[in-house]
């Protein structure tokens, strides 16, 4: 699937990738993201692997999610207009925890600005990590 196939970008240029688990759907994902996101999308994506060489994967909800057993996820992202959000479901754990907070006491968010040359040492770290903790069934 390329961005050139019929797929529809909800609010924030976020694309609707229909469920679905494994591979196929997250590089489907990856795909369609727009513009400069899709460099992120994949590079987030390249580093997952990288870290967690058997991690699971699906698109649920419309965002990428990843886990370490089928439905139990410790990390998922979602495009935005101006940044990508990365979700550490329960990066308040994380050491030292990523920087943006949430209403929900455990996750912890990495907001990912086109200008932004994130630490990817630090991203590679944390999903080391967040793989080992226990996880969010969903």
């Known amino acids: 699937m390329s961005k050139d196939n019929d797929v529809k970008l909800?609010?924030?240029?976020?694309?609707?990738?229909?469920?679905?688990?494994g591979n196929s759907p997250v590089?489907?994902?990856i795909a369609a993201m727009p513009d400069w996101k899709r460099k992120i999308g994949r590079?987030?994506?390249?580093?997952?692997?990288?870290?967690?060489?058997?991690?699971?994967?699906a698109v649920k909800w419309n965002s990428p999610f990843y886990g370490?057993?089928?439905d139990v996820w410790f990390l998922s992202y979602?495009?935005?207009?101006?940044?990508?959000?990365?979700?550490?479901?329960?990066g308040a754990s994380l050491d030292p925890p990523p920087p943006e907070s949430?209403?929900?006491e455990k996750v912890r968010y990495l907001n990912i600005?086109?200008?932004d040359d994130f630490d990817e040492e630090r991203f590679v770290d944390w999903v080391r990590q967040a793989s080992k903790l226990p996880g969010e069934k969903l």
């Open 68 to 70: 370490t057993q089928k």
């Open 78 to 90: 979602h495009c935005f207009t101006k940044y990508v959000k990365v979700t550490f479901f329960d």
């Open 27 to 29: 590089e489907n994902y």
């Open 113 to 115: 600005h086109e200008e």
């Open 10 to 21: 909800l609010s924030g240029g976020n694309p609707q990738i229909p469920k679905g688990y």
């Open 102 to 104: 949430s209403k929900q």
């Open 43 to 57: 590079r987030l994506d390249d580093l997952i692997e990288k870290a967690v060489p058997d991690v699971t994967k």
